[in-house]
């Protein structure tokens, strides 16, 4: 009904930047809540942030808060992931989500209906 498609990860350097793309197709008008998680090796799955793509509302985990910034550009259906000011433990393979509504416990994987395959980002110090 829903499929997302990631693209953008790769190695970056300590202080640098990256920015991980998320195409939308399929039934898109059902996605009210785009969201982004992270999964390092043998670590759970947590939350990184997300945006209500009507409004532009976004909410992000405070171990990132200030150095990412999520986006969703309804023209190219596309949600964005910028990561800023990178370090090495934001090394993960980061996935997008797609909701169909906002939960107001937004940080909680169970709570999105659609996954990304994931993308690989390695930060170096």
């Known amino acids: 009904q829903v499929q997302l498609v990631e693209s953008g990860g790769g190695l970056a350097q300590a202080g640098g930047s990256l920015r991980l793309s998320c195409a939308v197709s399929g039934s898109t008008s059902s996605v009210y809540n785009m969201g982004w998680f992270r999964q390092a090796p043998g670590k759970e799955r947590d939350f990184v942030g997300c945006?209500?793509?009507?409004?532009?509302?976004?909410y992000y985990a405070d171990s990132v808060k200030g150095r990412f910034t999520v986006s969703f550009d309804n023209a190219q259906n596309t949600a964005y992931l910028e990561l800023n000011n990178l370090k090495p433990e934001d090394t993960a393979v980061y996935y997008c989500a797609a909701a169909r509504r906002l939960w107001s416990d937004y940080w909680r994987a169970g709570r999105y209906d659609y996954w990304g395959q994931g993308t690989q980002v390695s930060v170096s110090s």
């Open positions: 945006t209500v793509w009507s409004d532009g509302r976004t």
